[in-house]
């Protein structure tokens, strides 16, 4: 895997490498996105903070908001697959979203890029609601991920602010502990605020990641909608995403 782009500041240092068309940024020796444009999988993570949209009922996507863009993986996939959705996405690092524009083709014309810490950003906003709010806010700690704001009741009844009725929050949470230890499970009260909820997770990667829906939504949806997806339905059929999908009661 070559390096073909680097930048050090302070005592961060990102990395650009290739394998073949493929791109993968890495900050701090941490592999935060990978991107490849010839296909409909990224091969990642990154395709489980996709799918969930495949849980809503077709044409009922319009507004996303990403929360932590990385290279900017899940909005190239978003934007393959839900084009006429207008997509905001918030990152706290500069160089995160240089190489999103520079290095992973998301382009601010397409895309409402904001450099801003996403606390504040959401505290702050006053627009429309979303209909899928993505929380994937990670940074490191001695070379391994950790999420960058703990995912309390108070964090999430803010991101419900900003959710419509019907709109669905995608988080990703480092293990399976990682969530239950979450505002979802120690709030009642949060968790009464949601009526579907579902986990998505590859065997390859320790991350689960959670669709936490306002209105039911059900696995069969999912399925149903991808294998109507020309491009995913296909890849999906080879064996390219073996994901897994739970239904949390």
């Known amino acids: 895997m070559a390096v073909i782009w680097q930048k050090i500041t302070g005592n961060t240092r990102y990395e650009v490498r290739s394998a073949g068309r493929t791109r993968r940024l890495y ?25 969930p949209a495949f849980l809503m009922e077709p044409g009922k996507l319009k507004r996303v908001l990403v929360l932590g863009v990385g290279g900017g993986a899940v909005i190239k996939l978003l934007q393959a697959s839900f084009a006429d959705s207008q997509i905001t996405a918030v990152d706290l690092d500069p160089v ?66 900003h959710l419509n009725r019907e709109g669905m929050l995608v988080m990703n949470f480092i293990g399976r502990q990682s969530f239950t230890g979450s505002g979802y499970f120690t709030n009642k009260r949060t968790r009464s605020r949601f009526r579907s909820v579902y986990s998505l997770q590859l065997q ?46």
């Open 96 to 161: 995160h979203l240089q190489i999103a524009t520079e290095h992973f083709g998301v382009s601010p014309a397409t895309v409402s890029l904001h450099c801003a810490d996403a606390r504040q950003w959401v505290k702050d906003y006053r627009g429309a609601a979303f209909d899928m709010i993505i929380e994937d806010l990670f940074t490191d700690i001695n070379g391994e991920p950790e999420r960058a704001l703990a995912a309390t009741s108070g964090w999430i009844n803010q991101l419900l602010r």
């Open 27 to 51: 900050t701090n020796g941490v592999f935060h996105s990978q991107y490849h444009p010839g296909r409909a999988l990224s091969g990642g993570i990154w395709d489980l903070l996709m799918l």
């Open 204 to 249: 390859q990667y320790e991350n689960l990641i959670v669709a936490l829906s306002r209105k039911p939504v059900s696995a069969w949806t999912l399925r149903s909608n991808l294998n109507r997806d020309p491009g995913l339905g296909a890849a999906i059929r080879r064996g390219l995403l073996p994901y897994r999908i739970s239904k949390i009661a």
